[in-house]
């Protein structure tokens, strides 16, 4: 029992993380239908960015989360502008390859920047361990769980609340319509990729903290797994973002605990593979008929 | 026959032979040293990847990127078969050996297409795309995970039964077949799959069996390449068919263009040439590769060829058209 709680917080943990990467694969794809394959790097130059700025500018855990945030959001814009605006109308099939190239890119001029070697993450948060009977917890995890949550509501409350989220919601329902009601699509885009390549490199930060390593190819596998996350709650909707992220992280740290170490990518696939053979749309997705 | 499908088949016969012996004299007089017949060989098992998944990604225009998968299957089930022929002490020459392999290779493969093809292939677009990510990591996790085939530290000891001449031979065969397939009326079902499904079947085409035909002929190709990459390598990991050689092999269709088989076959021998030409530059390799995929994106997202064919047969006649304007002094019969 008490390894069933330690273990249900560690996928609270591995989740949280999942879903804030999550977050950004689904709201790229609502707004533009496109899959940004490009996430996964930009998690991981996030992580290099807090990893800077926390070993060579000794910066506050504060200023190295939103130094890191501020920078890949920016980065986020201008991979937009530069590859993925030309072909907004061009055919899905060359965006998607134009995203598989510029995550190819952003990993090799990793490879050249930071070199291949995994470089040790320092412990940003103040590190103390809370007992609970047996179980164990670390502010580490506590922090992460915290701050997804924390960012998770308040990305929420932006889209639902104020007139640029409604203006994301709108656009992601209908471009032609939204362009009609005055809205800046560009604009919108852009702001999209502003808040989720953040998000992902929030994610990125916690990642490598939890795992305390840096690599220019970490963001691959979580990537490709937080994109998992993104399909099996619906892509495109939010919440389902968040809830796939969670089960994933879940089904990801239960499968380490109770049945094998090696085989728990295997079964994360496969899940992704079930749920899109008999709900293609997702848990919260809803079904539409293609038309003629 | 009519006379023109005579003559392509006479002048491309010509011109494979004419390629295989100049490759034949260049390896006989040691002109070519066995590095650059590695090469070689690399590049022919990369054409047949290539042109393989093309029948998926260009003729039937879905996304697969999984094709690593297939090829680790037939890599490892040919590589089993003929170390347990060999082992059984039957005396077969290697040729035999070789073939029973690929065709083993091919049809394990092939079945796996088939199994994974049939409830995958209701999916669309990035949906199938990453469903067969999905498949073909699971592929490889379980090569890692299978004592019997070495597991994460690979299988080794395969005997090497392939060299330049029968490699070359082999390619030859599949780009005839694949060729034939997308002019035959099979193939043509599949192309118009690609151009407009429902259109398709309202004209009374099975659509579903069609695409799932295209599938697993994708995968038992894949499987006969990778039968040959096996018994090239003598040596196989189950870290070499990761995500990225899928992508690898997808960037070298797209960069030919999805649906040119002649643009598959120059893309992979300038993709599987060049970076070995570039040795010295190793690090900044796939940094090119990924800007070029890029940039051929936003400015000629149809690849080098798009959907057409390079024909050897209409270049030699624009020769000699031109040849003849040239000569005829008004040149008012050029057209």
Known sequence: ?292 | MDHNKKKAYLVNTVAVVALYLVFFLLIQTKTMNNYFVGIAIMTCIMIIMAMSLNIVAGFLGEMALGHAGFMAIGAYASASFSMVLIDSGLPLPHLVILILAMTVGGIVAGIFGFLIGTPTLRLRGDYLGIVTIGFSEIIRIFFINFGPTGGAAGLKGITRLVNFHNVYWVTIVITFLIFTLGRSKHGRAIISIREDEIASEAAGIPTTRYKVLAFSLAAFFAGVGGALYAHYQSFLEPSKFGFMFSIEMFVIVVLGGLGSLTGSIISAIVLTVLPEMLRSFAEYRLLVYSLVLIIMMIFRPQGIFGRSEFSLTAFIESLIQRKNVKNSIGGGEAS
């Open chain 1, 1 to 292: 029992m008490n390894l069933f709680l330690q273990q249900l917080i560690n996928g609270l943990n591995v989740g949280s993380i999942y879903a804030l990467i999550a977050i950004g694969y689904t709201m790229v794809y609502g707004i533009i239908k496109l899959i940004n394959f490009a996430h996964g790097e930009i998690m991981m130059f996030g992580a290099y960015f807090a990893f800077i700025a926390a070993t060579s500018f000794h910066l506050p855990v504060w200023a190295v989360l939103l130094s890191s945030m501020v920078i890949m959001a920016i980065i986020g814009v201008a991979i937009e502008f530069i590859a993925y605006r030309p072909l907004r109308n061009a055919p899905r099939l060359s965006a998607l390859i134009t995203a598989i190239g510029v995550s190819l890119f952003l990993q090799n001029l990793a490879l050249i920047i930071f070199k291949p070697d995994p470089k040790v993450m320092p412990k940003i948060f103040p590190e103390t361990i809370y007992k609970l009977g047996e179980i164990e917890i670390s502010s580490t995890t506590l922090i992460t769980i915290g701050l997804s949550l924390f960012f998770m509501v308040l990305l929420d409350l932006y889209i639902r609340k104020t007139k640029q989220g409604r203006a994301m919601r709108a656009v992601s329902e209908d471009k032609d319509a939204a362009i009609l009601m005055g809205i800046n699509v560009n604009r919108t885009i852009s702001l999209t990729f502003a808040v989720g390549s953040a998000l992902g490199a929030l994610g990125g930060v916690l990642y490598s903290v939890a795992y305390i390593q840096v690599y220019p190819t970490m963001g691959v596998m979580p990537g490709l797994k937080a994109f998992i996350a993104a399909v099996l709650g619906g892509i495109g909707i939010i919440p389902g973002a968040m809830l796939g992220g969670f089960i994933i992280g879940m089904v990801e740290t239960m499968t380490k605990a109770y049945l094998s170490t090696t085989w728990a990518d295997a079964i994360v696939f496969a899940i992704l593979i079930i749920v899109l053979l008999f709900k293609p749309t997702g848990i919260l997705g809803k079904n539409t008929r293609e038309k003629v």
